[in-house]
Nanobody, 123 residues
Framework: QVQLVESGGGLVQPGGSLRLSCAAS????????MGWYRQAPGKQRELVAR???????NYADSGKGRFTISRDNAKNTVYLQMNSLKPEDTAVYYC?????????????????WGQGTQVTVSS
């Protein structure tokens, strides 16, 4: 049973910082790309940041210069450091990962999602 467990969300004032964490656990063969998405009320889910297994990153324009994605491959964990937060960053943040698992002697890749963590930026 593979799962992604997020933590670190909460309420923060504008200009503040939060660090989100997402740990993958279970029978994992390897992890390829990991990323963070967010969904605000009434809006579609959107990419925030993504990082490959080799450490290459890409960011949505909304977070460039404020957000930093990183990963610890030994811990199967991805992080999102968010600084200078704005009210428009308020959303549920979801962890996403492309995981390879072994089934019946073969390796398969699946996309997994975390349960989401609420980030609210408000004074």
């Amino acid at each position: 049973q593979v799962q992604l467990v997020e933590s670190g969300g909460g309420l923060v004032q504008p200009g503040g910082s939060l660090r989100l964490s997402c740990a993958a656990s279970g029978s994992i063969f390897s992890i390829n790309a990991m990323g963070w998405y967010r969904q605000a009320p009434g809006k579609q889910r959107e990419l925030v940041a993504r990082i490959t297994s080799g450490g290459s990153t890409n960011y949505a324009d909304s977070g460039k210069g404020r957000f930093t994605i990183s990963r610890d491959n030994a811990k199967n964990t991805v992080y999102l450091q968010m600084n200078s937060l704005k009210p428009e960053d308020t959303a549920v943040y979801y962890c996403n990962a492309a995981l390879q698992v072994v089934k019946f002697g073969s390796v398969y890749e699946y996309e997994y999602w975390g349960q989401g963590t609420q980030v609210t930026v408000s004074s």
